[in-house]
C-alpha cells in the first residue's frame, strides 16, 4: 500500500477514535443531566400546549365559545348582524379601504354557526345592518374614500348599488385636521332616490355635547366615528371608536336635538378604544363578537346580562366589557380576544316589534281595513301570541279594542288586518280615519322599538 494511502487510513482511524471519545463524553453528560433534561421538555411541552390553547376567557356567570371559524379563504371580518333568524358577517378581505383590490363577502350563518349563504360586494364593506322597515341587508363600502352603498335582499339575494349624490361622508365619517377634530358630519341622515344617496347632516363633528360624568359641555374630536347602535331608550348611539367615547343623540334630527357625551376608561393612563356598543333587551342572550385579526364570531352567553345596559368591544384591550353608563368604567367580562370589532345582542326570547303595511283592502260590508306585521329577532323555534291593542284616533269615544297574533315556530313574523273605517263613515267624515296599534307584553318575548304603529287614512300609500 502506498505510503501516502497508509498515513490518511491512520489520520482517518485516530479521527474516528477521538470522535468515539467524544461521543462517550457527551454521553456521559447528558445522562449526568438526564432527567433535568427530560423534565424541561416536558415543561416546554406544557407551555407550548397552553399558548396553543389560548384565546378568550370570560369570567362567571358568561360563558364565551367560537360561534365560526375561519371560512376558507375569507378573512377580515367585522360588523355583524340579523335578520329572519339568521346570523350574517362581512369579511372585507384584503380589500383597500378605498375599495380597490378586490371585494367583500357577506356571509350568512344558521343560529347554530352553520354556513348557509353568501353575497359578494364590490370593494370594502366595513359596515352592516338590517333595515327592518325596507327588510334589506345594508352594506356600506369604503369606508371615507370613494363611499357607496349596496342593499341586499336577504330572502332573493339580489342586490341593488348606490351611489352619494354629492360629496359626503357615510352614514357615519371622518375628517379631522391637525389636532384631530372632526369639523364634518359624523352622523348624517339617508335618502335613496334613482340609485343615489342623498345626505342631510345630523351630528356635526364639532358639536357640543354634555358630558355625561361631570354634567359640562363638552366638544368631542369624535376623529374616528365607527359604529351606530340604537340604545333601550329609542337614542342613537356613536362610537367614537380611537376617542374612547359613546355619544348619545336623543330626538336625532328633530329641533329638539340633544347630545351626550360618555368618555370610557379602563381605569389605567392607556386609552381604551370602543369599536362597538350592544344593549341587551333581557338578561338571558348571546352577544356575538366579530374578532377580526382572528377571523372568527365568538358567541358569549350569559342570563345575567342587564337589559338597558352597554357592553363594548375593545380592540385596544381584546375585551367585551361592561360599561358603567355613570362613570364610563369598563370591566372586562370577556378577555384574549386579538381585535374585536363588531358586536350584536340577541336575546334567548324573541324581541317583538311592530311595522304597517301597504295593504289597504276592502273587506264585507264595506268596511276598510288595513295590514300590520309583527316581526321578531332573536329565539324564533318557538310559537309565541303576542298581544295587542288597537286605539282608534278618529273616532269621538276613542274606541280601543285588543287582540293577538300568531308568530309559528320558524317564522320571523305574522300579518293581522285592522278595520279602519267603512265607506259611510268616510263619506260623512271625509278621510279622518286613523288608528294607532301598540305592542302590548306577553309569555315568550320582549317589546322593543318600534313598538306602535299609525296608519291615517289620508296618508296612505305616503
Not at 206 to 217: E, F, W, Y
Not at 375 to 403: C, H, M, P, W
Not at 415 to 439: H, K, S, Y
Request: contains cysteine; negative net charge.
Amino acid at each position: 500500500m502506498p505510503k501516502q494511502a497508509v498515513v490518511g487510513d491512520n489520520l482517518r482511524k485516530n479521527t474516528t477514535r477521538q470522535k468515539i471519545h467524544q461521543m462517550k463524553i457527551g454521553y456521559k453528560l447528558t445522562k449526568g443531566y438526564q432527567k433535568l433534561a427530560i423534565a424541561l421538555v416536558i415543561v416546554t411541552s406544557a407551555l407550548c400546549t397552553e399558548a396553543y390553547s389560548a384565546g378568550p376567557v370570560a369570567k362567571p356567570p358568561y360563558t364565551v365559545s367560537v360561534f365560526a371559524g375561519p371560512p376558507n379563504g375569507l378573512t377580515n371580518p367585522d360588523s355583524i348582524t340579523t335578520a329572519n333568524g339568521n346570523i350574517y358577517v362581512v369579511y372585507a378581505n384584503a380589500t383597500n379601504a378605498d375599495g380597490t383590490g378586490g371585494f367583500s363577502t357577506i356571509v350568512e350563518y344558521s343560529p347554530t354557526g352553520k354556513t348557509l349563504r353568501s353575497f359578494d360586494v364590490t370593494g370594502k364593506s366595513d359596515g352592516l345592518k338590517y333595515n327592518p322597515f325596507d327588510h334589506k341587508l345594508w352594506a356600506l363600502r369604503n369606508e371615507d374614500s370613494n363611499p357607496a352603498l349596496t342593499l341586499i335582499d336577504p330572502k332573493t339575494g339580489l342586490k341593488t348599488d348606490y351611489t352619494y349624490a354629492q360629496q359626503a361622508p357615510m352614514l357615519m365619517g371622518s375628517n379631522v385636521d391637525a389636532k384631530g377634530q372632526n369639523h364634518s358630519p359624523s352622523i348624517v341622515k339617508a335618502r335613496l332616490v334613482n340609485h343615489q344617496v342623498f345626505v342631510t347632516p345630523v351630528l356635526q363633528g364639532d358639536a357640543s355635547l354634555i358630558d355625561i360624568a361631570n354634567g359640562q359641555n363638552v366638544v368631542s374630536l369624535q376623529s374616528d366615528p365607527d359604529s351606530l347602535k340604537v340604545d333601550s331608550a329609542g337614542d342613537l348611539v356613536l362610537d367614537s371608536q380611537a376617542d374612547g367615547d359613546l355619544i348619545f343623540i336623543n330626538a336625532p334630527g328633530s329641533p329638539n336635538q340633544a347630545g351626550l357625551r360618555l368618555h370610557l376608561s379602563n381605569g389605567t393612563p392607556n386609552q381604551i378604544t370602543v369599536d362597538d356598543t350592544v344593549f341587551p333587551t333581557s338578561p338571558s342572550g348571546t352577544i356575538y363578537v366579530v374578532d377580526t385579526k382572528g377571523d372568527t364570531v365568538y358567541a358569549v352567553k350569559s342570563d345575567a346580562f342587564q337589559p338597558g345596559g352597554a357592553y363594548s368591544a375593545s380592540d385596544s384591550d381584546g375585551i367585551l366589557g361592561k360599561v358603567d353608563l355613570s362613570t364610563g368604567l369598563v370591566t372586562s367580562i370577556v378577555t384574549g380576544m386579538q381585535t374585536p370589532h363588531g358586536a350584536l345582542f340577541v336575546s334567548a326570547f324573541s324581541d317583538v316589534s311592530i311595522f304597517r303595511s301597504d295593504d289597504l283592502s276592502l273587506q264585507g260590508q264595506n268596511v276598510l281595513d288595513v295590514a300590520f306585521k309583527v316581526e321578531r329577532t332573536g329565539d324564533v323555534s318557538k310559537e309565541i301570541q303576542v298581544n295587542y291593542v288597537v286605539k282608534d284616533l278618529a273616532s269621538d269615544d276613542k274606541r280601543t279594542f285588543a287582540g293577538s297574533v300568531q308568530i309559528e315556530p320558524g317564522k320571523s313574523s305574522a300579518e293581522f288586518r285592522v278595520p279602519i273605517g267603512n265607506l259611510l263613515e268616510i263619506v260623512e267624515d271625509r278621510v279622518t280615519q286613523e288608528a294607532t296599534v301598540i305592542l302590548e307584553p306577553g309569555t315568550g318575548y320582549n317589546v322593543v322599538n318600534p313598538a306602535t304603529a299609525t296608519i291615517k287614512l289620508k296618508d296612505f300609500g305616503k
